[in-house]
Every structure is written in C-alpha cells, then in structure tokens.
C-alpha cells in the first residue's frame, strides 16, 4: 500500500547504516518483492495459515504470493523469520499447521534456519471468537520442534510445569543460549569470538558455534 514511501525511506537508512527490518503479511507480487528485499536486512512475515481456500476468503489474500515471497526473501539472503497467529477453528488444526511446519522445513534445506513464531489469539474488535489456550499452543511448539530447531510460543505466559518457550537454545547440546522474559533479553548463554577478523557466537557451555549473528 506503501511501497513507494518505504522504498524511500529504507534507501536513506541504508545511507545511515541502519539495518532494515521489515514487518509484513508478505502479498507482494514478485517484481515489488524483488525490489523491496534488495533493501532489507531481515524480514518477519506472516504465515496466517497454509489453506488458499482460507487466504482467499476469508483473510482477502494470497497463499502462493506469501510463500513465494519468502523463497524469495531466503533466496536473497534476507535474515527469515515466520510469525502464524494460531486461531482456534480457523488454523489451528494439526494438519494444517504441520504444511507450515513442512513449508519452513523445506525452506531451511536452503542453509539458514527459519525461527517460526507461533502466537495465541487473543479476541478483539469484531472477533468474539475463543482465544488460544496456552496448552494447545505449547502443544503445537512442541510437534513443530520436532522438525525446526527454532521454534517460539508468543502472546502466553508458560503454563506451570513448562520451559520458557521464548528462549533459543543450542542446537547442539540444547542449553539455553538467549533468555527471554517480556522485552528483558539474556545473553549469558553466548560468548563473542574473533574468527577471521569477524565476530562470531559460540554456546557459551559446548563452545560449539551459534546460530546468531550481530
């Protein structure tokens, strides 16, 4: 709706050496796409649900624009993540979230990995329909860790008994390597290391690399 205003602005930024981060639900054709990502550093992008029938009438979208945008945007070598608001009796079931968990799957066979967000619903507006229970997401953050290593569960507290779903761990011995509560980030997990002029992260209890880059 904007893209002319972003484009701008993301130009000058870069001029600034800032990073660009950009937020979207990813309905972008393929010629706008290529041009917005040649500025982007990382993108976070919504996978409402992986049904067309779903995109086209209920949410007035794309499915097949949205996961070509983010072959695109990994393809490019933009930084990847993928926020799913799990809805109940709209996406929530399992199958339908096991072809995200399988699209992203797919997508990291590329090289990076992809950190899926999966959030609970919380009613609003002219949505009366019922929230997403804490248990039912944990649920799903876990089936779907069964194939992605980066997993995060958003919108909830922990249900007692549960680990902190919004911490990343190693992928090789599977401490905690960044701690989140609220907006408070923990890095104690990660030592920074010289390799070849360049900084590098390294779990700071295998010391064996970590998926983090300044």
């Known amino acids: 709706m904007h893209i002319e205003f972003l484009l701008d602005c993301m130009a000058e930024a870069r001029k600034a050496g800032i990073a660009n981060v950009l937020v979207s639900n990813g309905c972008v054709k393929a010629e706008a796409a290529a041009v917005v990502l040649d500025l982007c550093d990382a993108a976070n992008i919504d996978l409402k649900c992986f049904s067309e029938k779903t995109y086209a009438e209920v ?17 490019r070598g933009v930084h990847l993540e993928i926020t799913t608001l799990v809805v109940p009796g ?13 699209f992203i799957a797919e997508l990291e066979t ?14 609003a507006y002219k949505w009366d329909k019922a929230a997403t229970t804490p248990h039912s997401l944990i649920d799903a953050v876990k089936r779907a860790r069964e194939k992605l290593a980066f997993v995060y569960a958003g919108n909830i507290a922990p249900p007692p008994g549960e680990p902190n779903f919004n911490d990343t761990l190693c992928p090789s011995c599977g401490k905690t390597i960044i701690s989140r509560r609220g907006y408070q980030t923990g890095t104690s ?26």
Do not use: I
């Open 189 to 214: 997990g990660l030592t920074l290391k010289n390799e070849s002029g360049k900084p590098v992260y390294f779990c700071a209890l295998c010391e064996k690399k970590a998926p983090v880059r300044q």
């Open 110 to 123: 590329g090289g990076s990995a992809v950190p899926w967000h999966l959030s609970a619903c919380h009613p």
């Open 59 to 75: 949410l007035g979208g794309d499915l097949s624009a949205v996961t070509n945008f983010m072959r695109t945007a990994f393809e």
């Open 90 to 102: 709209l996406n929530d079931g399992k199958a339908e979230l096991d072809k995200c968990r399988d």
